[in-house]
Nanobody, 111 residues
């Protein structure tokens, strides 16, 4: 079975940093574009960032551009989201996505 497992969430003060990880397993179709979404309490889920299969092209929502950095691990089946200069409005559950598969989410709280 395919699986996406996120880790690295937690609580941090405004201006702090966190690094989220997402490990993909069980896929037989090679590398694929992967990304992150987030959902804050009472709000709709929103797209945050994406990275192409090779890791050379990245995309960001305007709200996080310049503060969050997406990258792939050497094995390409792991994706990271380095989060710097965090703001209270970044508080949300962050989900890793590949194809139509979603991870279970990891909570990020900035306060």
């Amino acid at each position: 079975d395919v699986q996406l497992v996120e880790s690295g969430g937690g609580s941090v003060q405004p201006g702090g940093s966190l690094r989220l990880s997402c490990a993909a397993s069980g896929y037989s179709n090679g590398m694929s574009c992967m990304g992150w979404f987030r959902q804050a309490p009472g709000k709709e889920r929103e797209w945050v960032s994406a990275i192409n299969s090779g890791g050379g092209t990245t995309y960001y929502a305007d709200s996080v551009k310049g503060r969050l950095t997406i990258s792939r691990g050497n094995a390409k089946n792991t994706v990271y989201l380095q989060m710097n200069s965090l703001k209270p409005e970044d508080t949300a559950v962050y989900y890793c996505v590949r194809d139509s598969d979603w991870g279970q989410g990891t909570q990020v709280t900035v306060s």
